[in-house]
């Protein structure tokens, strides 16, 4: 599919400039100096376009290839903490849930921040009675810093439940290396950004972009997506689909104090994120890895695991429903779209039944199978709906407009990424370009 949403044409963009001009220190959007995220993504986009990969592979490649890498290590990982069992549940949930999914398949900042924080998180924990090798609280600064380089303050205010609960793996005679290993990769682009392009650079970055989105007021007049405090309680479960029924079998062992720092993370970072007047579904997506092991432990203790994973099962009726909706909904939003709630109880009843047959007749793999197949049918089903309401890739390719109509403002940015550069806005007929320029 096309690009799509207001952001990642733009950091596509970015990417592609970068690729372009070898000045790998400015960001710059369609000429503009852009500072309103970090470098890691336009990296990893620059690097795509070294590969010749294509205006719509490009970008997304680099990540798709991080969240298999990702996977595969928090496999290992996991494993070496726990046993066989938590990891092959832990990473299957975290495979196959709506958000890891969605975010692995669109070129933003979300997932990049996600694996980095998540692994530094991981080779933090250690095992129950020994301190944490040299090594791996090494890797641990160095993601720490590389999800910095992602997302810039973020990472840091999450960890701090990981500092405070595992506060003696860091106290030792390795904490100032590891603090230098840390500064030797996260600051160095930070500091040639702000001696190259001045005050402008830390007042949108910092001041705007970080304290500005969280504050607003004084900071930032204009905070972009302000939600009410309850927001982020169903985009949770939005996230974690079809897995949040299992919720209560979640891990809370107190005493164990692994379990604890993931709940820590968990439970800091969605209170951390709903006190912010700005608010996207997106930013929870930090803390689906740490859940989804929780939600392992859990299951790898349940006596009736079949039966734990009826609901799920059921939950895939969803997903003939969301084919039709979610096109519309990316285009114009959730207004803009009807459910027919009949049709979709019918197909969460018959989900449900092949629930119950999955769990009479088959052991739990046939569960995860089933629903990781059912999430390769929804894309392949739904991308197409998608590259052709939300996307104007079609648009270009069949007209080749020499200025933008009058569209939301996420198929502007995507129109001009693929024109590759910015297209100033239609007159009245459509044709000829007017005076005034999209921002």
Not at 351 to 363: D, P, Y
Not at 403 to 421: F, I, K, M, T
Request: proline share 7%; charged share 15%; glycine share 6%.
């Amino acid at each position: 599919m096309g690009m799509v949403s207001k952001d990642e044409p733009r950091y596509a963009d970015i990417g592609r400039a970068m690729a372009r001009s070898g000045d790998w220190i400015t960001p710059r959007l369609w000429g503009h100096l852009w500072f309103e995220k970090p470098p890691l993504l336009y990296w990893m986009i620059a690097l795509g376009f070294k590969l010749h990969a294509g205006p719509d592979l490009a970008p997304r490649l680099p990540v798709a290839l991080l969240s298999v890498a990702f996977l595969a290590f928090f496999f290992i990982r996991v494993r070496s903490l726990w046993d066989g069992p938590v990891a092959s549940y832990a990473t299957a949930i975290l495979a196959t849930s709506a958000g890891w999914l969605a975010f692995s398949h669109i070129a933003v900042t979300d997932l990049p921040l996600t694996a980095f924080f998540s692994a530094a998180v991981l080779l933090c924990l250690g095992t129950e009675n020994e301190a944490a090798p040299g090594r791996d609280m090494a890797l641990a600064a160095v993601c720490l810093a590389l999800a910095v380089l992602a997302k810039s303050l973020v990472p840091l205010v999450l960890f701090a439940p990981v500092i405070f609960l595992q506060f003696r793996r860091f106290v030792n005679g390795r904490s100032l290396l590891l603090v230098l290993l840390f500064a030797a990769i996260a600051l160095p682009w930070y500091v040639l950004c702000g001696i190259k392009n001045g005050d402008e650079f830390w007042r949108v970055l910092f001041i705007e972009q970080q304290f500005g989105r969280f504050f607003g007021g004084s900071f930032s007049p204009a905070v972009p997506h302000v939600q009410p405090w309850w927001f982020y309680c169903p985009a949770a479960l939005l996230l974690l689909f079809p897995w949040f029924p299992l919720l209560p079998v979640a891990a809370r062992d107190f005493r164990d104090r692994r379990i604890l720092t993931l709940m820590a993370v968990v439970l800091f970072g969605f209170v951390f994120f709903s006190a912010s007047r700005n608010k996207l579904a997106s930013y929870l997506l930090p803390l689906l890895p740490s859940t989804c092991i929780l939600l392992g432990i859990g299951l790898a203790g349940c006596r009736r695991l079949e039966r734990a994973l009826i609901l799920p099962v059921a939950l895939l009726g969803a997903l003939p429903i969301a084919v039709h909706v979610l096109p519309g909904a990316l285009a114009g939003g959730l207004g803009s779209t009807s459910i027919s709630i009949p049709l979709l109880s019918l197909w969460i009843a018959c989900a449900a039944l092949a629930g119950l047959v999955l769990a009479a007749f088959f052991r739990a793999a046939a569960a995860f199978t089933v629903i990781a197949a059912a999430f390769l049918w929804f894309e392949a089903a739904a991308f197409p709906g998608i590259d052709q309401a939300a996307s104007a890739r079609t648009l270009w390719l069949n007209k080749h407009p020499v200025c933008a109509p009058p569209l939301r403002a996420g198929l502007v940015y995507s129109l001009n990424y693929y024109a590759e550069r910015e297209l100033p806005a239609c007159d009245a007929d459509l044709d000829q370009p007017a005076v005034t320029v999209v921002r």
